[in-house]
């Protein structure tokens, strides 16, 4: 992949996936500072992404983001629901130490089963990878809308993953927000286990 290949993607990418790629790194940065509101630049993200995936034939991820958008609805309950601090943050929750083994089993399960269905019976690109980020990511998400720091190591994860799909799909803006969210995932795990550690009313 040539540098002049990097611009000619970034050129030609469309203005949706731009705006798509705007609105996700507001929400991941406002996820970070657990703020309620990363929700609503979510699903500005998420509604924009099914119709780019669609396009792109990753049709898990385009069936993926479909059930983002209801847990942009879903998430914003549980948090305002929860209460916030003074500064508007809500309370990261670290989980029982199942939830750390059941959690990642359950994804490579379900990615082996929808990975096999989609390679069979659908013409999809990257069909278990691709299923893999959906499992995963679904996981990431139900965890995030409940607080739990483990959503961050999920999503560190699925980041990788992704960016080797968006590179051989030509979707350059994505892949850059996807590196990013890279980065930003990591910082997000380290602000959140600092968190925990200081909230004193936190739930093992």
Known sequence: ????????????????????????????????????????????QVSLYVWIFWQAKLFSEAALHVFYMFFQFYGFMIWWQSGQDDHGHVKV???GSWEWIAAPLLVVVSAAILGSVMANFTPADFPYMDAFITCASLMAQYLLSHKRLLNWWLWIVVDIVAIGIYVQKGLYPTT?????????????????????????HYRV
């Open 1 to 44: 992949m040539t540098l002049n290949d990097w611009l000619t993607g970034f050129a030609g990418a469309s203005p949706i996936e731009w705006l798509a790629t705007v609105a996700g790194f507001l929400c991941v940065f406002l996820l970070i500072k657990r703020s309620i509101w990363n929700f609503a630049f979510g699903l500005v």
């Open 93 to 95: 929750v670290r989980g």
């Open 176 to 200: 850059l927000l996807y590196v990013c969210f890279l980065v930003m995932s990591v910082l997000g795990l380290r602000q959140w286990q600092q968190a925990a550690v200081q909230d004193s």
